[in-house]
T-cell receptor
Framework: KNEVEQSPQNLTAQEGEFITINCSYSVGISALHWLQQHPGGGIVSLFMLSSGKKKHGRLIATINIQEKHSSLHITASHPRDSAVYICAVPNYGGSQGNLIFGKGTKLSVKP | GAGVSQSPSNKVTEKGKDVELRCDPISGHTALYWYRQSLGQGLEFLIYFQGNSAPDKSGLPSDRFSAERTGGSVSTLTIQRTQQEDSAVYLC????????????FGPGTRLTVT
């Protein structure tokens, strides 16, 4: 069974700062998910990645399969980026669709 | 196109009553997942369906919880004899098939048991 650790748990930044959120897991996987949960509770899938790096606007996600580690970066952060960011991996490794989630990183970006 | 929909969006019920929560996945998605997020807690897996069958029910917290899916589409999660600890946001997600595919989440049903 996979275990997921995220850090930091809480993060406060000033507008414009570069943000990094980290995720480590214990069992080899085929893909890792980064999710965003808005203050209203809605969840949006940001990335699913299995190797290397993906970029979408100001968001960048990287993964190192050998080290079982992924990072989510936000460049030029903005108050609208304030949300909880959650990392998720297949519970039993491999490609099993059932996900297990990190506890989330609560990001607050101040103007 | 339409995303994953869930109903009701909010449900307040008295302890001991039964509730049914509904999830309507994206058309064509064969895999459907139920998750729960209790207040201040992370997301936890409940059950998933591939088609109409449920290969993994390991997350259901007790035998008061059950789920079914018919026609490979809509799913209902039923909680019998609700307890206060059942209060949570229940989220549904769907994807093309089980495996490492992007999951699309519904807006959730906020259940409050009084």
């Amino acid at each position: 069974k996979n275990e997921v650790e995220q850090s930091p748990q809480n993060l406060t930044a000033q507008e414009g700062e570069f943000i990094t959120i980290n995720c480590s897991y214990s069992v080899g996987i085929s893909a890792l998910h980064w999710l965003q949960q808005h203050p209203g509770g809605g969840i949006v899938s940001l990335f699913m990645l299995s190797s290397g790096k993906k970029k979408h606007g100001r968001l960048i996600a990287t993964i190192n399969i050998q080290e079982k580690h992924s990072s989510l970066h936000i460049t030029a952060s903005h108050p609208r980026d304030s949300a909880v960011y959650i990392c998720a991996v297949p519970n039993y490794g491999g490609s099993q669709g059932n996900l297990i989630f990190g506890k989330g990183t609560k990001l607050s970006v101040k103007p | 196109g339409a995303g994953v929909s869930q109903s009701p969006s909010n449900k307040v019920t008295e302890k001991g009553k039964d509730v049914e929560l509904r999830c309507d996945p994206i058309s064509g998605h064969t895999a459907l997942y139920w998750y729960r997020q209790s207040l201040g807690q992370g997301l936890e897996f409940l059950i998933y369906f591939q088609g109409n069958s449920a290969p993994d029910k390991s997350g259901l917290p007790s035998d008061r919880f059950s789920a079914e899916r018919t026609g490979g589409s809509v799913s209902t999660l039923t909680i019998q004899r609700t307890q206060q600890e059942d209060s949570a946001v229940y989220l549904c997600a769907s994807t093309w098939t089980s495996g490492s595919y992007e999951q699309y989440f519904g807006p959730g049903t906020r259940l409050t048991v009084t």
